[in-house]
């Protein structure tokens, strides 16, 4: 099955500064989505991004389907930014999506 | 947007003992619906996907079961609980469209003594 790797796997952050989060996958996707898991455990989608890029406030994110690869990025992070960002692909445009292992991002105050 | 309801929050339950989670949509009708086990510090693990009332696909081997008896209600199920079937427990759907956006219940966590 597809191989979706994300780095880095943690991440400490100093509240305010900027970041990058990275999804490689080994196969095309017709589907790709971000989710942020806050520490009690909800996931909320933050971006369907199969290609291109996208902007929500302080986040963006940009899919290179060609390469194979998406970015996410968090500008001036805030604690409550603090959690688990999981990118998750759907390979076979069946719906079912396969998730990463996370980058687990801590933002202190 | 849809909402996912899922219940209880916890759970704790002797090895040997049934399990019944529910797990219930709000705002869409015919969504594919889905259980996720996620293991602590872990990824999460789909379980069980369904497209339809009574149409149950399951994607890996195990101790447990799912039934969709109506449109916008999924039940994890198990008749005998195992200690390795400790966890977080997942809800999800989607629109069942091209723009399957998952949107995710808050989840079970179930631990198995």
């Known amino acids: 099955g597809i191989q979706v790797e994300q780095s880095p796997p943690d991440l400490i952050l100093q509240e305010g500064a900027n970041s990058t989060l990275r999804c490689n996958f080994s196969?095309?996707?017709?589907?790709l989505q971000w989710f942020h898991q806050n520490p009690w455990g909800q996931l909320i989608n933050l971006f369907y991004i199969p290609s291109g890029t996208k902007q929500n406030g302080r986040l963006s994110a940009t899919t290179v389907a060609t390469e194979r690869y998406s970015l996410l990025y968090i500008s001036s992070s805030q604690t409550t930014d603090s959690g688990v960002y999981f990118c998750?692909?759907?390979?076979?445009?069946?719906?079912?999506?396969?998730f990463g292992a996370g980058t687990t991002v801590t933002v202190r105050a | 947007s849809q909402t996912i309801h899922q219940w209880p929050a916890t759970l704790v339950q002797p090895v040997g003992s049934p399990l019944s989670l529910e797990c219930t949509v709000e705002g869409t009708s015919n969504p594919n619906l889905y259980w996720y086990r996620q293991a602590a510090g872990r990824g999460l693990q789909l379980l069980f996907y369904?497209?339809?009332?009574?149409?149950i696909s399951s994607e890996v081997p195990q101790n447990l079961s799912a039934s969709r008896p109506q449109d916008r209600q999924f039940i994890l199920s198990s008749k005998k609980l195992l200690l390795s079937d400790s966890g977080f427990y997942l809800c999800?759907?989607?629109?069942?469209?091209?723009?399957?956006?998952?949107?995710f219940g808050a989840g079970t966590r179930l631990s198995v003594l």
């Open positions: 196969d095309s996707v017709n589907n």
């Open positions: 999800a759907g989607d629109p069942g469209h091209s723009k399957n956006i998952q949107y």
């Open positions: 998750a692909v759907d390979p076979n445009n069946d719906y079912k999506l396969s």
């Open positions: 369904s497209v339809g009332i009574g149409q």
